[in-house]
Every structure is written in C-alpha cells, then in structure tokens.
C-alpha cells in the first residue's frame, strides 16, 4: 500500500519569504502525486499534480513541485509567500485504486 | 461550471441514530469518491463510486455505506453513530480514467457532530 510522510506539521514564514513543504512517499508502483490546499471550512484545492511526464511540475498561484524518485519526495515550493497562501496543505499518493493523503502542513505567513 | 455541491453543510446527530449525506458531482464527472477528515485520523478514504458501483473501499466499518445514482450523485450513509463519527466527510468528483485517481474535485464538505 501506498504511504505519505508530511514533514513539519507547522510550518511559519514570513511575507516574501521561500515557501519549502516536505513530502516523502512510499508506493510499491509508480505512483500519481498531488498537492492539495484546504482554507478553512472550506473542501480542498488541487495545487497540483505529477503523472509521470515532467518531474519539475507548476501549479496554481506560483506553486510548483519536484518529483525526485530516488529521494521518494515530492517538495511543494513557492519563491515568495503571499498572506493569502496561508491554508493546510495535503500532500497526496494514488495508484492501484487507493488514495492516501499525508496528515497535513498548516502554512501560517508573518507579515 | 457548478462545483460538486454537498449537502447538508452541518448537522447535529444522537449517538445510535443514522444519517445520510448527499453529493452532487461536477457535470459529467462520473466518479465520486468520499472521504471523512478528523484532526486526529487526517483525511481517510472511505470510497469510491464510478456507474452505480462502489469501485474501490477503504478500511472502515461496515456502518459506513454509499451508493450512486444514475444521473452520478451520490449519498453515504453512517448507521448506529458513535462519537467518534464526528467530522468532515468530503465528497470528490472525477472524470475517470484508466488506472490511479485522475484529478478530484472537492466539495465544500458536510459538518457532521455526534452528542
């Protein structure tokens, strides 16, 4: 079964600042890899997603992530924070029928 | 395009009693999948429907029920409720794909608190 690590259930920036979110997963066959962002009371927002073509991969508002097969990591970054990037963040693993989420960064950017 | 809709937004229920939470997916997206989001648990597949058929199932208790209709909308069902059902259970709606889970789309989530 496929398995996700979040590393750092809090992560603090300040305004302007690199945003660095830590994802490392295990799965048996080559896997789908997403990240979502979840306001609150709100469902969550697909930032993003690798499928296998490039391991560089952009999302929306200035987000991107690189898929890194032999470290198993899928790293969101963004060069600059903004205040509204302030949210959860879910990393994600599916393959063979099954979805597995990590347990969540919350994002908190200091202006 | 509408979103995928979820209703009821909140609802309050009794140990012991059912409830039942409906989803509307995204036009034309054929596959729902629903998932329940604790801050103890995290987010947790519960399932996924794709024609009328529960396609994949996560590990929860046979309590934990779904179906799908034809026009694609969904509803689970929670029976005999326990504290411990208390919290967001998330619908997502898909187009479907030959193998993973392609890209979801999430509804705003039903508020569920069990006294």
């Known amino acids: 079964a496929q398995s996700v690590t979040q590393l750092g259930s809090h992560v603090s920036v300040s305004e302007g600042a690199l945003v660095l979110l830590r994802c490392n997963y295990s799965?048996?066959?080559?896997?789908?890899l997403f990240w979502y962002v979840q306001y609150p009371n709100q469902g969550l927002q697909l930032l993003l997603k690798?499928?296998?073509?490039?391991?560089l991969v952009k999302g929306i508002n200035g987000f991107e992530a690189e898929f890194k097969k032999s470290e198993t990591s899928f790293h969101l970054t963004k060069p600059s924070a903004h205040m509204s990037d302030a949210a959860e963040y879910f990393c994600a693993v599916s393959a063979l029928g099954d979805m597995r989420f990590g347990a969540g960064t919350r994002l908190t950017v200091k202006p | 395009k509408a979103g995928v809709t979820q209703t009821p937004r909140y609802l309050i229920k009794t140990r012991g009693q059912q409830v039942t939470l409906s989803c509307s997916p995204i036009s034309g997206h054929r596959s729902v999948s629903w998932y329940q989001q604790t801050p103890g648990q995290g987010l947790q597949f519960l399932f996924e429907y794709f024609s009328e058929t529960q396609r994949n199932k996560g590990n929860f208790p046979g309590r934990f029920s779904g179906r799908q209709f034809s026009n694609s909308r969904s509803e689970m069902n929670v029976s005999t409720l326990e504290l411990g059902d208390s919290a967001l259970y998330l619908c997502?709606?898909?187009?479907?794909?030959?193998?993973?889970?392609?890209?979801?789309?999430f509804g705003p989530g039903t508020r569920l608190t069990v006294t």
């Open positions: 997502a709606s898909s187009l479907p794909s030959g193998t993973g889970f392609p890209e979801q789309y």
């Open positions: 799965s048996s066959v080559p896997p789908y």
């Open positions: 690798y499928t296998s073509a490039a391991t």
